[in-house]
Structure formats: structure tokens, C-alpha cells
């Protein structure tokens, strides 16, 4: 007799990306939700002010536009989306494929450039 302890929690952490189509499951490991896709390391709108709660009606895809370091040396996504230009931070999980977060380009911490200009010009 087995037991089967083993039951997956249905819950909403499994999805597939609309990105690369690739089927996302829940962390394998740490403690914190899925907020992005591993593989491409897209995410959606699907989050209002506080991660998780699952309160925005957006729905959008939210790009990958940049990574930073925090002082504990976690890597940290920056999220844009493509309908409403929000902006999130996401740490990265332990499963990204950390070349790809490591391609993103670096973004300041702090005092992200608006959405209305994206680089600065150098002067001319
Ligand atoms: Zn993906
Ligand atoms: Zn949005």
C-alpha cells in the first residue's frame, strides 16, 4: 500500500507560457511562487500591488527588460508589460536558466527609467 503523499496542489502555479509554449510547473524548490517562465523568463500581468494576490485584470505579458543585484547578491528581474507598462521585480528561482537572466541587460536598482525614454542619448 502506498500511500500517496506525493499529490500535486492544484493549484494555479502550473501554467504554459505564452511565450515559448514550454509547460512551467511550481518551484522545485525555495519557497516563493512562480512569477515568471524559466525557460524565457517572461511573465504575465496577473499580480495587483502585492505578488501573488492574483488581483490585476491586465493579463498582458510582461517582458523581461533588465536584471540587477541586490546587496545579497540575488538576482532580480526587472518585468515590463506590454499592455499597461507596469513594472515588477522578480527575483529569479533556482531553476531560470541563469544564462539567459545573465544576457538581460543591467538596470540601476533604483530610479528605473520611465517607460517614455528607454536609453538615454548620449550627447551629441
Ligand atoms: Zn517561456
Ligand atoms: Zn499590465
Redesign the pocket.
Known amino acids: 500500500m502506498s500511500n500517496c503523499r506525493h499529490v500535486r496542489r492544484q493549484q494555479s502555479d502550473d501554467f504554459r507560457c505564452k511565450r515559448c509554449k514550454m509547460m512551467v510547473g511550481p518551484v522545485v524548490y525555495g519557497g516563493h511562487n512562480r512569477n515568471h517562465c524559466p525557460f524565457c523568463l517572461w511573465s504575465r500581468?496577473v499580480d495587483g500591488r502585492v505578488p501573488g494576490d492574483r488581483a490585476?485584470t491586465?493579463g498582458?505579458m510582461?517582458m523581461p527588460i533588465g536584471v540587477f543585484v541586490r546587496p545579497k547578491g540575488e538576482h532580480t528581474i526587472v518585468h515590463r508589460?506590454l499592455?499597461?507598462e507596469?513594472e515588477r521585480h522578480n527575483r529569479i528561482a533556482a531553476d531560470d536558466f541563469f544564462d539567459r537572466v545573465l544576457a538581460l541587460p543591467p538596470v540601476a536598482a533604483r530610479g528605473l527609467v520611465p517607460a517614455a525614454s528607454t536609453r538615454r542619448e548620449p550627447a551629441a
Do not use: I, L, N, R
Open positions: 500581468h490585476s491586465c498582458s510582461m508589460c499592455g499597461c507596469f
